[in-house]
Structures are given as C-alpha cells and as structure tokens.
C-alpha cells in the first residue's frame, strides 16, 4: 500500500488519468441512460435506481425497455446480495424454458420459499410430487361434478348476490368500486367451490372476512420478499417483525379456517357432507373430490391433511384474485371501447333470452350452456387477457448451465422472469396495433375463436404448467360478465385513472370506480 501511494504523489499524472478515466466512464452511463429505456446497470448498485425510480410503474417500464434490448436482458442487482435475474419477452426464450427444455427449468427452490404459505401445493411443486398433483387436477377440474357444482355456484352467487347489490347501489346511483366488489364475490365463489360453504362477502352490512384479508395480507407479502433482497426477509422472518410478522399472521388465519372445513369433513363423514351439499348445488366440491381420490394407505393421517390443505389453498389463490382482476380489467375496456360494448350487447341479445334464469327483482343470469356461442365475449376476454394479464409475469429457475436460443448463456441457478405484460405489446407478436383492443383479432374469418399458442400468448402459463382450470375460468367469467352486462349499462366515473399496480397480481393501483344504470 505504501508503494502505491509513492507512486501516486510522484506521478500526479496517472491518478489523473485514471480519475479522467473513471469521469469519463460514468458520463458515458449517463449519457446512455438519458438515450435509451434500456436501464443502466451501475456499478455497486446495479440496477437499483432503476426499480427505485419506476417502482410503481415497473411494468410499462419493462414493457418499453425490453423490445429495445432485444427482448432479452441480464438484470444485475446490488453486489453482494444475489438479486440478479435474467428478464425476457422474447417467445423463443419462452418456449425453450417452458415446453422444449421444460425439465431444466423448474420453478425452484427461491420461488418455493417465497410462495411457502402455500405448502407443497401444485403452483410450487416440481418434479414428481407437481406431475402427480397435476393428473389429480386434471381428472378433478374436468370432471363433470364439479364443472356442473362450480357453474351452479357462480349462478347462484350472481342471482341472490352480485346482482341484486349491483341493482341497489344503481338505484341509489352511487360510485361502486367495482374490484373490490369482484373480490369479495369470487371469494365466496371459490371459498364455496372448495369448501361448499357460504362466506357471503358481498353483504353489505358485514366487512370482508378474515380469510379474504389473510390471503390479502400473504399475497403483498409475497411481493415485497420479490423486490428485497432475500436476505432482508429472511431476517424478518427469523425476528417476526414487519412484512414477515403479517404473513405469519396471515398463515395462522389461512390454516384455522381450511383446516376447520377439513375436521368438519372428518366428524361428519365426507360421504353426509355430499349428500348436504347436493340438496343445494350438488356434490362436486374440490375438497369432497379430493377426499375421495385414493391415497397411498401408508400416508399418515397429518400427511394427509396437509396435503389436503396446501391443494385446497393452492387453488383458491390461483382462482379468486385471478378471475377477479380479469374481470376488472374486461369492464375497464368495454367501457373505454363503446364499439366493443355494443357487439357484445348484440351477441349475448341474440341468445335464447328466454332460458335466462330470473333471480330477485327481474334480474337476468345467463348459463353456461347459453353462452357457448357466444364468440366475441371470449375474444373479448382474450383480447383482455393479452394486455392486462393477470399473472403478469412468471418465473422458472435453471436446473443446470444452459444456452438460450437467442445465444445467451445462463447458470445453473439463474433466476428467469418472462414479462407476460411486454408479451403482449410486442409489435413482434401482435403487429403494429398491438397496444389497440381489438377482440377481432380472436375471430376468424369462419367466426370461430383463433388459438395462438402458448409460447405466444402465455396468459395461462405455457408448455406442461398450461392452466388446467382454464376452460372453468372462461366459463365463470362469460357468466359472470354477461349477466351484468345485460342487466346494467356501466360507465367510468369521469377523472378518476385507472393503472396497474406493481404487483404479482395484475390489480389496478386506485381501483375501477363506475357508476350503474338498469338497462330496461
């Protein structure tokens, strides 16, 4: 060290030189931030202002910076705290991850730790333990019980709820928010397709239940172990404090109620359960299914309760916040489009009215059946779907080294993001009206739905991780849409902005605010 210095002080000239140096390469970064969208990866601190800057708009950012960098892009995090990650939009690198070298990308061990709440449930597993849960759900979700149990509920829950609320806050022609109120009622939707029992969160008099703010409360604290380093919420999570604190609060709220509507099953027998269930919507709830699968006899009882657990929970978590922000993000546009509005009017208007079920106050509740022709509203949640999914972005993590189709070379260990939102305002996918709603691009020229590939349009996952519960989801939302839209004109309260937040969840930041006349 002391020889350095001497020669410092006796050659002023080369500390000059390497400051000119190290001015000049900061300029540089400048200057090349000031010019592109792509982000700057800074010495020390990596990509942190970045995230720090467009923290509540990170996905438009990553929308716009990613065409620009090539689709692919090695994000750096701060040194020393392991918060690097490799982002893309590009369908190719897609396609490699999740179909053609699907058994190298799992979705690893981080994510697993991020996402424990859920146990060992099918989001989570890999391997072996995924590919038996998913043939369970497979055979489960196609079944024609609880396909017919699950429309059944929406119907219900649509004729002595949703609706008749819809009705009261139009007649007093108040502001409804309408994402809180998808919340609370594909929570009791998916709570009574699990459990075949009643939550009735759209009471107006009552709060949202406790299980509805539990898996609020885990669902931002997934987030926040995404934006920080692991190491800080680990530490959290070891002194039970903070975010940590109410996630772990959140998991006792979560286990006390399923496992309450598991030991209820165990007392009663699941077979008196059914028998109860079907004088009202018939026996084809997920936890009566799953009770009945046949188990390895060696499985102890605790094993098997948990595995019932982390099943029920893994559905409800993909099923309710889900559907729920689709549906938002659908009446979002069919109110900014008036074109789109109309065409549906006049295709669900078309439709054998008189098989509409009349719940209380003459209000009109399309079924499923009914709706199957109905070509345009499910392009229209397509279309939906593609710029504003709901998931707006997946992970997987590389099993071992690898090289990307693009010539990117990964580690064993990289974590992968694919930016489903970018995805779908690629010029290169979509064309040059890809930031337009155009449900048409769904409809051929036959009139049938137009499929596009995963690898393209991954709103539901893509390769062997394809949603199985994706027809159900379809379902449920024509449902649920069709017999609002038939019933109440819904307009855009004037001012109020509508955005995404930044979130795992594609919920928007201020909430969808309309206000609801009767249609006559």
């Known amino acids: 060290m002391g020889t350095l210095h001497s020669v410092l002080v006796s050659y002023p000239e080369v500390l000059m030189a390497i ?9 540089r970064l400048i200057l090349r931030c000031q010019r592109s969208t792509v982000p700057v990866n800074w010495p ?29 892009f090695m994000a750096i995090g701060p040194w020393f705290l392991d918060m690097d990650f490799f982002m893309t939009c590009d369908p190719a690198t897609l396609n490699h991850c999740l179909s053609t070298n699907f058994n190298n990308y799992p ?14 449930g099918i989001i989570v597993s890999d391997s072996e333990s995924w590919e038996y849960q998913r043939r369970m759900a497979m055979h489960n979700f196609g079944s024609h019980a609880f396909r017919s149990f699950s429309c059944a509920t929406i119907r219900r829950k649509a004729a002595t709820a949703l609706l008749p609320y819809l009705d009261d806050m139009a007649r007093r022609g108040s502001v409804v928010e309408l994402e809180g109120v998808f919340m609370k009622f594909l929570l009791d939707v998916t709570y009574t397709n699990a459990f075949a029992t009643d939550l009735d969160g759209l009471s107006m008099s009552l709060p949202i239940p406790a299980f509805g703010q539990a898996t609020k409360a885990a669902e931002e604290g997934v987030l926040f172990r995404h934006v920080v380093p692991r190491s800080l919420w680990k530490l959290l999570r070891v002194l039970g404090v903070g975010s940590e604190k109410k996630m772990a609060n959140a998991r006792m709220v979560i286990d006390r109620f399923i496992y309450e509507e598991i030991a209820k099953r165990g007392g009663k027998g699941a077979h008196h359960v059914e028998n109860e269930t079907s004088q009202l919507l018939g026996p084809g709830d997920l936890l009566s299914m799953y009770m009945k699968w046949p188990m390895d006899p060696s499985t102890s009882e605790q094993r098997r309760t948990q595995f019932l657990r982390d099943t029920v929970l893994a559905f409800i978590f993909a099923a309710k916040d889900l559907t729920a922000v689709t549906l938002t993000w659908f009446f979002y546009m069919v109110c900014k489009h008036p074109r789109v509005e109309a065409r549906i009017l006049q295709e669900i208007n078309a439709l054998q009215l008189q098989s509409t079920a009349a719940g209380p106050g003459n209000l009109s509740v399309f079924d499923v059946d009914m709706l199957r022709p109905a070509v345009y509203l499910e392009a229209a949640f397509l279309e939906t779907l593609r710029l504003f999914p709901a998931s707006p972005f997946e992970e997987v993590e590389a099993l071992t080294d690898d090289v990307l189709p693009n010539g990117s070379k990964l580690s064993k260990g990289t974590r992968i993001i694919f930016s489903l939102y970018a995805m779908g305002r690629l010029q290169g ?3 040059e009206d890809c930031l337009e709603f155009r449900p048409e691009r769904w409809v051929s020229k036959n009139g049938r739905l137009r499929h596009e590939p995963g690898y393209k349009f991954p709103a539901f996952n893509a390769g062997p991780r394809t949603c199985v519960g994706k027809n159900l989801a379809f379902s449920n939302m024509k ?15 004037e001012g109020h902005a509508v955005v995404p937040e930044s979130s795992i969840v594609l919920h928007t930041r201020n909430g969808l605010m309309v206000r609801l006349k009767r249609r006559r």
């Open 429 to 431: 996918i979509w064309g």
């Open 19 to 27: 400051a000119s140096f190290l001015c000049l390469a900061l300029l």
């Open 479 to 493: 449902m649920t849409a069709a017999s609002i839209m038939y019933n109440f004109k819904v307009d855009l309260v």
């Open 107 to 120: 979705k690893g061990s981080e994510f697993v730790e991020m996402f424990d709440f859920l146990g060992n």
């Open 44 to 72: 020390v601190v990596g990509m942190l202002p970045f995230m720090v800057r467009n923290l509540y708009s990170i996905h438009d950012k990553v929308a716009e910076f990613l065409p620009e960098a090539g689709c692919n």
